[in-house]
């Protein structure tokens, strides 16, 4: 046992059960590959015992998600702006 903070993101199954789950865990090969300093490092993946959940446990962000932290800032200051959108840019460019 590590005591490694983690999130755990719950995602239903709807509709078509198979296709939802194979999309799922194609999301999670995907970022299981990235490795980048913005990037949250994705930990596993694992069906909860009802079948119609699986559950994403990712690297823990004390901070929250960008877009909670944006309603809850508002207008942000130029640098501020500035910065975020490098680093969103750095994100994408490492992704491709």
Not at 34 to 55: E, G, R, S, V
Not at 79 to 94: G, M, R, S, T, W
């Amino acid at each position: 046992m590590t005591k490694e903070e983690v999130a755990i993101k719950f995602i239903k199954v709807a509709g078509s059960k198979a296709d939802m789950i194979t999309k799922v865990y194609k999301e999670a090969d995907a970022l299981r590959k990235l490795d980048h300093q913005n990037i949250i490092k994705f930990k596993m993946t694992f069906p909860i015992q009802d079948l119609h959940t699986i559950a994403i446990v990712m690297e823990y962000a004390s901070g929250g998600e960008l877009k909670g932290y944006l309603q809850k800032r508002g207008r942000l200051d130029e640098d501020e702006a500035f910065e975020i959108f490098h680093q969103l840019i750095q994100c994408v460019d490492y992704c491709h």
